[in-house]
C-alpha cells in the first residue's frame, strides 16, 4: 500500500492553549518528572522537551522527533513528549510551540549538529550526545528514516509511519529500528509492516501493534498507551534499563493490547547511562 504526504497530513491536529492545557494533559509521570519545554536561541525553529528534576550527576541521552505531517508545531504530539522526556531523555522537536508551516529532515540534522556540539557545555552539561535516537510520527516518521546513515544516530523510532519510497533501503538498515504503529486501520500499516520484513537478519527491530488507528494516543492524558510504551522505550533503548525493556518484550505490552514481534534484539546492546 502507498501513501501519499497530503495523506500523512491527516494526522496534524491543533492544540489551542499554553500552560493549563498542558497541565490538563499531564507533564509526564516519570522519576525525571514533571517535564517541561522551551526553547533556545542557539537553534532557532526547534523546541525542546527536557524533565525538571535531573539528579545531581545525572545525564540524558537525546531524541530528535519529527511531528506529524510534519507540521511545525512542535506541541502537536504534546502529552506524550511530556511523558516521554520525563523518564530522563532530552527530546529536540522540530518545529515551535503552535507554530506553522512545515519541517523537514534537514532541521532534525540540524537539532543533532547542535547537541553533539553543545553537549557537556553550560547549560548543556548533563547532555549524552553519544547516543541519540531519531524517531517521528507520521510524515515526521520519514525524517528520522533520513537519519539513520549518520554516525551520531544509534537508533531510529517509527511511530505509525513507513518509508514512502525507494523501499530496498530497509533492506540494508544496519541500526536497530522500533515500529510503534496503529494496526490494520493505520494508514501506514502496510509500509510499517514491510520496512520491518524487509530488514536484514542481524539488525535489532521490534515492532508493536495497538488497534487505535493512525492517530495513536498521543493526546490523551500523559500520552495514553503510546506513552507507556514510549516510557518503557526511552529507558530501555536510550537509558539501557533492561528490566524497563521487559514491558515491550514480554507480558505487560501484550496485555495492554499490543501485538508485538521482534528478531535480534540479542544485539541491541545499551550501557546503563
Ligand atoms: C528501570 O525501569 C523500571 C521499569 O520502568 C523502573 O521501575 C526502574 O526504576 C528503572 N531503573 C532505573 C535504574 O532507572
Same mark, same amino acid.
Given at each position: 500500500?502507498?501513501?501519499?504526504?497530503?495523506?500523512?497530513?491527516?494526522?496534524?491536529?491543533?492544540?489551542?492553549?499554553?500552560?493549563?492545557? $498542558?497541565?490538563?494533559?499531564?507533564?509526564? !509521570?516519570?522519576?525525571?518528572?514533571?517535564?517541561?519545554?522551551?526553547?533556545?536561541?542557539?537553534?532557532?525553529?526547534?523546541?525542546?522537551?527536557?524533565?525538571?528534576?535531573?539528579?545531581?550527576?545525572?545525564?540524558?541521552?537525546?531524541?530528535?522527533?519529527?511531528?506529524?505531517?510534519?507540521?511545525? +508545531?512542535?506541541?502537536?504530539?504534546?502529552? @506524550?513528549?511530556?511523558?516521554?522526556?520525563?523518564?530522563?531523555?532530552?527530546?529536540?522537536?522540530?518545529?515551535?510551540?503552535?507554530?506553522?508551516?512545515?519541517?523537514?529532515? +534537514?532541521?532534525?540534522?540540524? =537539532?543533532?549538529?547542535?547537541? $553533539?556540539?553543545?553537549?557537556?557545555?553550560?547549560?548543556?552539561?548533563?547532555?549524552?550526545?553519544?547516543?541519540?535516537?531519531?524517531?517521528?510520527?507520521?510524515?515526521?516518521?520519514?525524517?528520522?528514516?533520513?537519519?539513520?546513515?549518520? !554516525?551520531?544516530?544509534?537508533?531510529?523510532?517509527?511511530?505509525?509511519?513507513?518509508?514512502?519510497?525507494?523501499?530496498?533501503?530497509?533492506?540494508? @538498515?544496519?541500526?536497530?529500528?522500533?515500529? @510503534?504503529?496503529?494496526?490494520?486501520?493505520?494508514? =501506514?500499516?502496510?509500509?510499517?509492516?514491510?520496512?520491518?520484513?524487509?530488514?536484514?537478519?542481524?539488525?535489532?527491530?521490534?515492532?508493536? !501493534?495497538? !488497534?487505535?488507528?493512525?492517530?495513536?494516543?498521543?493526546?490523551?492524558?500523559?500520552?495514553?498507551? @503510546?506513552?507507556?510504551?514510549?516510557?518503557?522505550?526511552?529507558?530501555?533503548?536510550?537509558?539501557?534499563?533492561?528490566?524497563?525493556?521487559?514491558?515491550?518484550?514480554?507480558?505487560?505490552?501484550?496485555? +495492554?493490547?499490543?501485538?508485538?514481534?521482534?528478531?535480534?534484539?540479542?544485539?541491541?546492546?545499551?550501557?546503563?547511562?
Amino acid at each position: 500500500m502507498k501513501f501519499s504526504l497530503s495523506a500523512l497530513g491527516l494526522a496534524a491536529l491543533s492544540t489551542a492553549s499554553p500552560v493549563l492545557e $498542558t497541565r490538563q494533559n499531564g507533564e509526564g !509521570n516519570g522519576p525525571f518528572g514533571p517535564a517541561h519545554y522551551y526553547t533556545n536561541g542557539g537553534l532557532n525553529g526547534h523546541t525542546f522537551f527536557a524533565p525538571r528534576n535531573i539528579p545531581q550527576g545525572a545525564k540524558l541521552p537525546v531524541m530528535v522527533w519529527g511531528n506529524g505531517a510534519c507540521s511545525a +508545531d512542535s506541541l502537536g504530539q504534546g502529552p @506524550f513528549l511530556h511523558q516521554l522526556a520525563s523518564h530522563g531523555v532530552l527530546i529536540i522537536v522540530s518545529g515551535t510551540p503552535r507554530g506553522g508551516g512545515s519541517t523537514n529532515a +534537514d532541521m532534525m540534522r540540524r =537539532a543533532i549538529d547542535f547537541i $553533539t556540539r553543545e553537549a557537556g557545555r553550560g547549560q548543556w552539561s548533563n547532555i549524552d550526545a553519544s547516543r541519540i535516537t531519531a524517531a517521528g510520527f507520521s510524515c515526521g516518521g520519514v525524517e528520522a528514516y533520513g537519519q539513520i546513515n549518520d !554516525n551520531r544516530v544509534s537508533s531510529i523510532g517509527i511511530w505509525s509511519s513507513g518509508l514512502l519510497g525507494g523501499y530496498d533501503q530497509a533492506r540494508n @538498515f544496519r541500526k536497530p529500528v522500533f515500529f @510503534f504503529m496503529g494496526g490494520p486501520s493505520d494508514i =501506514a500499516y502496510g509500509n510499517g509492516e514491510r520496512d520491518y520484513n524487509y530488514m536484514p537478519g542481524g539488525t535489532p527491530k521490534w515492532k508493536g !501493534n495497538l !488497534n487505535v488507528g493512525h492517530g495513536g494516543t498521543y493526546h490523551e492524558y500523559n500520552g495514553g498507551k @503510546f506513552g507507556t510504551i514510549g516510557a518503557r522505550w526511552v529507558e530501555w533503548v536510550m537509558r539501557g534499563n533492561s528490566t524497563a525493556g521487559q514491558y515491550l518484550t514480554g507480558e505487560g505490552a501484550r496485555r +495492554d493490547g499490543w501485538q508485538v514481534v521482534s528478531q535480534d534484539l540479542q544485539n541491541l546492546r545499551v550501557n546503563p547511562i
